[in-house]
């Protein structure tokens, strides 16, 4: 069992960046695979980035990258999403979830789960225009 908790979520203006940190409690973390996901207002939950358990592989989708960076500690047991050049449409609840599974490709983390077994609770990042 992995629990979850996000952090670093805010209000901020377009072209600003954040920093989301994403704190799991189990070692077991260490080998799993990390993502982070967003969920809009009215909108489905949608992949944003995700790490392989040896930060060896990343995936981005295409709306953020060049912009946002997936990053993961084993040791501190975290895992980081930076954010730069924040868009008003990057607005969301962003989720960071994590699984004993790794799947190669985007199509991996798409619905109903996500390629996901552990989610947190989720952070909210308002990016004003």
């Known amino acids: 069992q992995v629990q979850l908790v996000e952090s670093g979520g805010g209000l901020v203006q377009a072209g600003g960046s954040l920093r989301l940190s994403c704190a799991a409690s189990g070692r077991t973390f260490s080998s799993y695979t990390m993502g982070w996901f967003r969920q809009a207002t009215g909108k489905d939950r949608e992949f944003v980035a995700v790490i392989r358990w040896d930060g060896g592989t990343l995936y981005y989708a295409d709306s953020v990258k060049g912009r946002f960076t997936i990053s993961r500690d084993n040791a501190k047991l975290t895992g980081d999403l930076q954010m730069n050049s924040l868009k008003p449409e990057d607005t969301a609840v962003y989720y960071c979830?994590?699984?004993?599974?790794?799947?190669?490709?985007?199509?991996?983390?798409?619905?109903?789960?996500?390629?996901?077994?552990?989610w947190g609770p989720g952070t909210l990042v308002n990016v004003s225009s």
């Open positions: 979830a994590c699984s004993r599974n790794y799947c190669v490709g985007l199509g991996c983390y798409a619905p109903p789960d996500y390629g996901m077994e552990y």
